[in-house]
């Protein structure tokens, strides 16, 4: 039984940064990303890695801002967030894939955790 289990949202200010955490308990793959939803909208990827070879991807909206990273040992993924803007508020979501994903499309994930809520006020 996988279970993935968000940490780490919050609220902050514009410009602040924080940083998200996903404890995976039993095997969920080698491919794991951070999604997020906000109100109204639909559920869209952040950023995804490849957790054997640290080949990593992220959506324009983020690049150069977020970083996706891996303790294997630890079994954690996480979510480095800097700059953060009102517009990156979401619940945001650890998933996992047993096959390469195509694109980061949420269809395509196996595993999601219960989500993390981040607020970013202007």
């Known amino acids: 039984q996988v279970q ?3 940490s780490g949202g919050g609220s902050v200010q514009a410009g602040g940064s ?8 039993g095997f969920p793959g080698y491919y794991m990303g951070w999604f997020r939803q906000a109100p109204g909208k639909e559920r869209e990827g952040v950023a995804t890695i490849y957790t054997r070879g640290g ?20 079994n954690t993924l996480y ?6 803007k009102p517009e990156d508020t979401a619940i945001y979501y650890c998933a996992a894939a047993l096959l390469r994903p195509v694109r980061m499309t949420p269809s395509q994930y196996n595993y999601w955790g219960q989500g993390t809520q981040v607020t970013v006020s202007s």
Do not use: H, P
Request: charged share 20%; aromatic share 6%.
């Open 55 to 74: 080949i990593t991807n992220y959506a324009d909206s983020v690049k150069g801002r977020f970083t996706i990273s891996t303790d294997n040992a630890k």
């Open 4 to 6: 993935l289990v968000e």
């Open 79 to 84: 979510l480095q967030m800097n700059t953060l």
């Open 18 to 25: 924080l940083r998200l955490s996903c404890v995976a308990s």
